[in-house]
């Protein structure tokens, strides 16, 4: 059992969880992630590691609360446990001193853009955060992204904090303007990612993503996070999270992610059958 150290909501639906983990505390990289249990009989869930404080032995996710699993870890609080955490999983980032590098979180994916600028500032590049939410109220973590920023924008859908509109025209006034731009990372819904490629791809400007497709083992076991990139099948688990962003096939990664939405609504408003053959009484 992982015990839960401290449980906060940074927004609506959106919730940071400290965890004991110290063996995965002290290994873990920038981009990695981790699977958990909630409980025994529930799924396995992807969550990337925003951070970790290896003295302690703790590591910080991020959840928003979409399904029945995140639902579940999101009313969890400090002294609750969670039965399993494994990892960390995937390939680090690619960190070097690029020079300019604008680090793109949209969403609750701000949770992972946050530990790469870390990882970005400390290898020496002049880091830029764009940190995008629908509205004010949903934008978490800006305190942070500004303490590692040597430029930080927020913007939101509404206009009602920062910047009116979304991430892709932030980054596309940076170009604009005449900056030179040498690296992307960028993290968030699939459009936005895609979208985000699409600005970059006339100037050249190297571009990672991270992908976050349907995951079942993490291993690279069950091949439910296939992904096309290049032509190529790869799986995201174990060549991934991250890759060219101008070398995905997005096309292909949404319509694999919305392959199970009629029965992860149904387990999310409780009406799925659920077998209690193998279950213990």
Known sequence: MYRIVSSIFLAENIKKLEIEAPRIAKKRKAGQFIMLRVTSHG????????????????????????????????????????????????????????GTAVSIGGGVGTAIAYPTAVALKEAGNHVIT????????????????????????ITTDDGSYGFHGFVTQKLQELIDSGRKIDYVLAIGPIPMMKAIAEVTRPYGIKTVVSLNPIMVDGTGMCGGCRVTVKDEIKFACVDGPEFDAHEVDFTNLADRNRIYLSEEKESAEGTSHRCHLHMDK
Not at 59 to 87: C, F, H, P, W, Y
Not at 141 to 148: D, G, T
Request: proline share 5%.
């Open 43 to 98: 799924e396995r869930v992807p969550l990337t590691i925003a951070g970790s404080d290896p003295e302690k032995g703790t590591i910080t996710l991020i959840v928003q609360g979409m399904g029945k699993s995140t639902r579940e870890l999101n009313a969890l609080e400090a002294g609750n446990s969670i039965a399993d955490v494994v990892g960390p999983l995937g390939t680090p980032s690619h960190i070097e001193n690029f």
């Open 130 to 153: 764009i940190n995008g939410a629908r509205s004010k109220e949903l934008v978490i973590l800006e305190k942070e992204m500004n303490e590692v920023s040597d430029e930080a924008y």
